[in-house]
């Protein structure tokens, strides 16, 4: 083990305004400014985007998912050949989900026991096994520094009753994540409270993981379908529910206006497929709200996508630029606006952290949603 190594998880918190926060979370691989959006790195790539680039657009830390990366290329020969980090050439921080959520999303023919999932491929119908213990497993072959605790998360609108039964036993996992876990400095493990959207089956979860302790806390089960309304109804109790001296994670959120109303309301790290995702389907997301590339205003549009923005598709290419490529299926069409999109994400988040830090969110706020409320600039 190296010397970098041997240094320890941690967190510390700079400053709060309201019940937002900004902070900094420190790993051997570096630290991360919070509140932080990661982008997804689904299948050991942000897709469309060179990882230096990803680094670029000022993420300090991206996602890998366990469910893809275990099925294709397999966690072992990851492991074989030097690791996630080494793999796919990033060397900043690396979080890993623990497969559960995809599993049940992808996976054919699954079946749920207290052991755990038995599922078939999505891919070529194998047959594979998740436990906790399993979970653990792969994400230590993987590398990851931030793991995930193995858990289950019903689809909403779901029964109290499902709900309460899975919660609680998505608990069991955790105590069975942190056991498999084992001691490993440098590295953390993150619980993740449960509950839907009912405020004592929450509350219930919270105190079930902080009585086990883990380096980190993540909000799951929301952005499963319930509408922003009651995702911030539950965000409005749900982060306070939560250590305050750990970090706090909303998993997979979201769009722009989701995620400063998370912020708003304690989350300190994000992630969501949307701003790459959109990218490649011709939609851009900028300071004045969405902008689809694909309709023919564009087409003879000499002006950027966005005047405020530096990144490399608004610094040296028009509109029509960007709409010509996109309907001629040019893969420099994705490459470009996902760049803008992660680009963009990352400003919102710098934004946010300066303005947490100097006690101006709530004015940051108020003209991060006026300048939206305008709408893209006027057609040519
Ligand atoms: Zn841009």
């Given at each position: 083990m190296s010397r970098a190594m041997t240094q320890r998880f941690s967190f510390s918190l700079a400053a709060t305004d309201g019940r937002a926060r900004t902070g900094t979370i420190s790993t051997p691989r570096g630290d991360i400014r919070t509140p932080a959006f990661m982008p997804v790195g689904?299948?050991?790539?942000?897709?469309?985007?060179m990882p230096e680039s990803v680094a670029a657009t000022g993420a300090d830390i991206l996602l890998g998912n366990t469910y893809h990366l275990m099925l294709r290329p397999t966690a072992e020969r990851i492991d074989r050949l030097g690791g996630l980090h080494k793999f796919m050439n990033w060397d900043k921080p690396i979080l890993t989900d623990s497969g559960g959520f995809q599993v049940m999303s992808l996976a054919d023919l699954r079946k749920l026991t207290e052991k755990g999932v038995t599922f078939r491929s999505h891919i070529d119908g194998s047959k594979h096994e998740l436990t906790p213990e399993r979970s653990m497993e792969i994400q230590r072959l993987l590398g990851s520094d931030i793991v995930m605790a193995f858990d289950e998360c019903p689809a909403l609108p779901a029964d109290r009753d499902r709900i309460t039964e899975s919660m609680r036993l998505s608990m069991r996992w955790a105590e069975r994540s942190r056991d498999a876990f084992g001691d490993r400095p440098g590295h953390a493990l993150f619980g993740i409270q449960q509950g839907g959207l009912e405020q004592d089956l929450r509350a219930e979860s919270a105190e079930a993981l902080t009585k086990i302790g883990f380096e980190g806390y993540a909000i799951g089960?929301?952005?499963?379908?319930?509408g922003q309304e009651a995702m911030f109804a539950c965000l409005d109790y749900a982060p306070d529910?939560?250590?305050?001296?750990k970090p706090r994670y909303l998993m997979g959120v979201g769009k722009p206006d989701d995620i400063v109303g998370a912020v708003k309301r304690g989350v300190d790290m994000m992630d969501c497929v949307l701003p790459s995702r959109s990218g490649r389907t011709g939609q851009a997301w900028t300071h004045r709200g969405q902008v689809?590339?694909?309709?023919?205003?564009?087409?003879?549009?000499?002006?950027?996508?966005?005047?405020t923005c530096s990144c490399p598709a608004c610094s040296n290419y028009s509109r029509a630029y960007l709409h010509h490529v996109f309907r001629s299926g040019e893969m420099i069409s994705g490459m470009l606006l996902t760049w803008h999109n992660l680009h963009y994400y990352q400003v919102i988040m710098q934004g946010m952290r300066d303005a947490i830090a100097s006690g101006t969110f709530a004015a940051w706020e108020s003209d991060f949603h006026a300048k939206r409320g305008e709408g893209d600039i006027e057609p040519i």
């Open positions: 689904t299948a050991a790539t942000v897709k469309a985007m089960g929301l952005a499963v379908g319930e529910q939560l250590p305050v001296d689809n590339i694909k309709n023919a205003r564009h087409a003879d549009d000499p002006r950027p996508l966005d005047e």
